[in-house]
């Protein structure tokens, strides 16, 4: 089976700019995660979406990042308009909940964003 | 305090050695527990899974679990070179409700040859 699928796998852009990050989750999987990763911080999350609905967008960082999930196979996180300490990995992961115990999560390759 | 604590490292071992790789978390109702590596420049990859206080082996890797000291460990017997890489701890809530998975800082490992 193919992976989590990211694109585009590195973003140089200037400050302002709209940037869009698109993932592909693997096919059966209906939990899709969004995470930014830094030296500084770590791996955190950005936001959930359980069978396309995002449950939990408390880690999204101000009302200039956005993500939307319009069907099974796609999401998308935007940032509008971009600034360089956004610049980091953006990690896009999915999981399925099968019989009783919680399943992992399965990460793709990342997006490298770099903000000048 | 922070929800997975882990030591940032980095933890130098040399090859052949049992490297010991250590977790504590807050949320005494987390459920489900894992190991993720971490090569640099690369994403996580899960190696170890474990949901039952014990142990669970899987090949050079062990995972144990101390649900009562909230505490999860990681041992990598016969280190490798090639296990050099951050290792990242990630605690997730019951499993009835919300699937949040929270990661630790990560512990690089260094091992020596």
């Known amino acids: 089976d193919a992976g989590v699928i990211q694109s585009p796998r590195h973003e140089v852009t200037e400050m302002g700019q709209e940037v869009t990050l698109r993932c592909k989750p693997i096919?059966?999987?209906?939990?899709l995660f969004w995470y930014r990763q830094t030296m500084m911080r770590g791996l955190e999350l950005l936001i959930y979406?359980?069978?396309?609905?995002?449950?939990?967008d408390s880690g999204m960082p101000e009302d200039r990042f956005s993500a939307k999930m319009p069907n099974a196979s796609f999401s998308t996180l935007k940032i509008q308009p971009s600034e360089p300490r956004d610049s980091a990995v953006y990690f896009c992961?999915?999981?399925?909940?099968?019989?009783?115990?919680?399943?992992?999560?399965?990460f793709g390759d990342g997006t490298r964003l770099s903000i000048l | 305090q922070k929800e997975v604590e882990q030591n940032s490292g980095p933890l130098s071992v040399p090859e052949g050695a049992i490297a010991s790789l250590n977790c504590t978390y807050s949320?005494?109702?987390?459920?489900?527990f894992f190991w993720y590596r971490q090569y640099s420049g690369k994403s996580p990859e899960l190696i170890m899974s474990?949901?039952?206080?014990g142990d669970k082996e899987d090949g050079r890797f062990t995972a144990q679990l101390n649900k009562a000291s909230q505490y999860v460990s990681l041992l990598i017997r016969d280190s490798q070179p090639s296990d050099s890489a951050t290792y990242l701890c990630?605690?997730?809530?019951?499993?009835?409700?919300?699937?949040?998975?929270?990661f630790g800082t990560g512990t690089k490992l260094q091992v020596i040859p």
């Open positions: 992961a999915s999981s399925s909940r099968t019989g009783i115990g919680n399943q992992p999560q399965h």
């Open positions: 096919s059966g999987h209906n939990s």
């Open positions: 979406f359980n069978n396309n609905v995002p449950i939990d």
């Open positions: 949320d005494r109702v987390s459920q489900s």
């Open positions: 474990i949901y039952s206080n």
């Open positions: 990630a605690v997730r809530g019951p499993s009835g409700g919300y699937q949040k998975v929270t």
